[in-house]
Nanobody
Framework: QVQLVESGGGLVQPGGSLRLSCAASIFRIYAMGWYRQAPGKQRELVATITSESSTNYADSVKGRFTISRDNAKNTLYLQMNSLKPEDTAVYYC??????????????WGQGTQVTVSS
């Protein structure tokens, strides 16, 4: 079973920044991504990174978010800049395809809440 633990969320003003971390039991060979889900809305994949560190982003976050990974630490990161109220959601890490579509493991972590509000 894969263990996923997200952290780094919090309350931030519009225009602010946060850096999320995801500690995973193992993901070296997998493409990984950050997903987010707001209340009453479906979960969406916003940023992906392959095992070769190629990245892709949803149009809604492109130019503002940066995904990265440290395979030696089994850790995934999401640097979020210029945050907007519409970025408010619970953020999760999980597997994705090399071509940037959802392909999660059979379990999810607890997620980390990001709230962007003045």
């Amino acid at each position: 079973q894969v263990q996923l633990v997200e952290s780094g969320g919090g309350l931030v003003q519009p225009g602010g920044s946060l850096r999320l971390s995801c500690a995973a039991s193992i993901f070296r060979i997998y493409a990984m991504g950050w997903y987010r889900q707001a209340p009453g809305k479906q979960r969406e994949l916003v940023a992906t990174i392959t095992s070769e560190s190629s990245t892709n982003y949803a149009d809604s976050v492109k130019g503002r978010f940066t995904i990265s990974r440290d395979n030696a630490k089994n850790t995934l990161y999401l640097q979020m800049n210029s945050l907007k109220p519409e970025d408010t959601a619970v953020y999760y890490c999980n597997r994705c395809t090399d071509w940037g579509t959802p392909f999660p493991f059979g379990s999810w972590g607890q997620g980390t809440q990001v709230t962007v509000s003045s």
